[in-house]
């Protein structure tokens, strides 16, 4: 039978990257005690708080269906959150609901690209970015970010792969898999280049809320010169630790919401009442559980740190926000592929391999920082003595 070629083009980007996780999960289920630090699940459950109140609107009758931008609670919720948050007005007629960052994603760059476009792109990237500019037709164009530049996006790394096809500057700020967060002077260099190539800029903020203490939180929104170019992405996935609630937001121009509106309507037909009053509640207040999480995330991202930066010619890259911590294996010689494949049959310790965030990343390994501190110092063992053996093996 013959399949549209978006199936050719996703082949690969979807499930396949996540081998090593899935791996990990079915030696698990038959039993093996598998130390796991491959995907971003928050270390807490979703509050008590927004489960009664989704709860609380379901028995009200709040089930029926919906319109393709969001319920008025919701978005007047987050316009206020925004107007407060990035210090101008911004309206309910500049945001979209959509069920979580990933739909926000799918549906943003399907309606700001097509074949024959290019999406510039940081490499390393989270792992289904790519996928989701290739399903538009468009083309992926990495942009190196560079461990000594701290992982920000350069300007000049940029401009060397702007063509008259480039149409949008595709940013993740909080940063995931490097935990970079871009200053304000990044964001405004970058901005100035989007402007002079007349590009869009989508940044996806869904880390917002998990900034490490010492550091500050800037988005493309704080800039008004940049408003009728700039679409924020995000979600109450991470910062209310609520990923299956699949509740995101979309926060862009006007006239990019009315375009975008017709997408929402033909793949959706609008979002559940009762998940939008519960994502109300949880935008209008600050979250119950994400400074927690961020605290906890950078202290154990600090002991990562002192236990394995400079062993056996292993670097521990440190985080500024996010879930997640990089380790640069490449003094044993390994790929982050094979490190990861034979810690886990050996020490049964699970950790995701760079190479599934791009080429930027090969012969390092990504580790989410969300199990228990004894974990992490049980974990920090285990990778010391494998780097150890694999460095003796080689002399
Ligand atoms: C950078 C980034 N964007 C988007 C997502 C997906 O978010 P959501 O659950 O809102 O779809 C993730 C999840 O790990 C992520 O790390």
């Not at 101008?88 to 700001?112: N, S």
Request: net charge negative.
């Amino acid at each position: 039978m013959k399949y549209a070629s978006v199936t050719d083009r996703l082949a690969g980007l979807g499930g396949a990257k996540w081998a090593l996780h899935a791996r990990a999960r079915a030696l698990k289920a038959a039993g093996e005690d598998i130390i796991e630090f491959t995907i971003g699940e928050p270390d807490v459950p979703t509050p008590e708080v927004f489960i009664e109140a989704a709860q609380r609107a379901m028995a009200a009758g709040r089930t029926g269906y919906s319109n393709g931008r969001g319920e008025p609670g919701v978005l007047a919720a987050l316009a206020a959150r925004y107007s407060a948050r990035r210090g101008r007005q911004i309206g309910k007629d500049q945001i979209m609901c959509l069920p979580g960052t990933q739909t926000v994603l799918y549906a943003v760059l399907r309606a700001l690209v097509e074949t024959g476009d290019e999406v510039l792109i940081g490499d390393p990237m989270y792992a289904t970015y790519e996928g989701q500019i290739v399903q538009t037709g468009a083309t992926a164009v990495p942009v190196p970010l560079r461990p000594e530049k701290g992982f920000r996006m350069q300007v000049a790394d940029v401009e060397a792969r702007i063509t008259p096809r480039s149409r949008v500057l595709f940013l993740n700020t909080p940063h995931n898999p490097t935990g970079s967060v871009l200053r304000p002077e990044d964001i405004r260099a970058l901005g100035e280049l989007a402007r002079k190539h007349d590009l869009w800029i989508i940044s996806d903020e869904v880390y917002e809320d998990m900034i490490f203490p010492g550091v500050t939180f800037s988005s493309p929104l704080d800039f008004p010169e940049l408003s009728d170019r700039v679409v924020v992405a995000c979600s109450i996935s991470k910062s209310h630790a609520a990923p299956g609630f699949r509740s995101g937001w979309c926060v862009g121009p006007a006239e990019f919401c009315a375009r975008l509106l017709p997408l929402s309507e033909t793949m959706l037909f609008g979002s559940q009442p009762f998940i939008a009053d519960m994502t109300a509640l949880a935008v209008s207040n600050p979250s119950p559980v994400a400074a927690g999480m961020a605290e906890r995330f950078a202290n154990r991202a600090e002991m990562f740190w002192r236990a394995l930066d400079g062993v056996s010619g292993m670097r521990v890259h440190r985080p500024e926000a996010g879930m997640f911590l990089l380790i640069d294996i490449r003094a044993t010689g390994l790929s982050g592929n094979a490190f990861a494949e034979t810690l886990l049959d050996q020490h049964k310790v699970a950790v995701m391999p760079g190479e599934s965030f791009g080429d930027g990343l090969s012969g390092w390994l990504r580790l989410s920082l969300t199990q228990s501190d004894d974990k992490v110092i049980e974990a920090c063992r285990r990778i010391a003595a494998h780097a150890a053996s694999i460095l003796e093996k080689a002399a």
